[in-house]
């Protein structure tokens, strides 16, 4: 059983993806400029650099696109435009992207004259979305919540800092403050970063949080109980945090934020963020206390595997974005 749990520790973890901190979905913009005239501009998210095929939405029924939709090709994305004329109301029509797989999603913006700014996202499983007539603020909080748990999740960046940072301090209300210190100092950075107070190169950000996940890495390894780190931990939570926060307005620049609901935008996806880092604080404790109480002579090894595990897959992190 104990070499079974260490395979699955060190698969686990060598399965992260090289790019950690990608959030890159695919985000499309209905709006209109006068009565019955619309734009239609996207964001196609791509893979690797290289060709590839403009996939355009499908607009509503009563709508149509006048000529051929236009593509620039900018930084691991194709940005897309058409004009499009609508005869009647569009609302209760659908926009969809019938073209999402998998784990892709899409976030949808509609802007109508006079009405609230709509927002929807769309999904492989519901890559559809109905315009409302009367939209309300729900929608808002409902997309950026759920983007903000899914970043969590799938942002193996900080994911591995909060599952280090769990495994260094152990205790339970040492966790809580320290997982408090980190989420109240990536909320501060990330409002302060997106009303415009604040900013920095996103690169050397990115190599900055891998790096971060090294230090923790290397404070786990040493194991000395009175090191700085492990008495004071709230403390480097909360600076690391400060860092961390440059890397969720990253994320969230990528996928803009709604005309008129950015307050409410911004609390539900910090919100969102912190409901999966909290899933993730309880995975990881709940995991530990089983294999204490199963095989407690396991433990150890197993630390040190997802010790070494966590820290080389940083390092790697740490040279790709220096030298990338």
Known sequence: MMRLLLALAVLVLLAAPARADELRPFSIDFSERAPGEFSLDWKQPLSQPGPATLIVPQIPENCAIQGEPSAQVAALAIIGHADVLCSGEVGGRMISLPELAGRSDALLRVALIERPVQSFRLTA?????????????????RSYFVIGTEH??????HLLFVIALVL???AGWAVVKAATAFTIAHSLTLAAV???YAGLPQRPVEALIALSIVFLAVELARNHPESWTRRWPWIVAF?????????FAGALREIGLPEGEVPMAL???NLGVEAGQLLVIAAV??????????????EPPALKAATYGIGIIAAYWVVERVIA
Do not use: N, Y
């Open 152 to 157: 969590i999740l799938m942002g193996w960046d």
């Open 267 to 269: 609390l539900t996806f």
């Open 168 to 170: 260094l301090v152990q």
């Open 194 to 196: 997106t009303l415009g």
């Open 239 to 247: 600076g690391f945090g400060l860092l961390h926060g440059f890397g």
């Open 285 to 298: 404790l709940a995991l530990r206390a089983a294999v204490q109480r199963l095989v407690p002579k396991g």
């Open 125 to 141: 499983s519901e890559p559809s979305a109905t315009i409302l007539a009367r939209p309300d603020r729900w929608q808002v909080m």
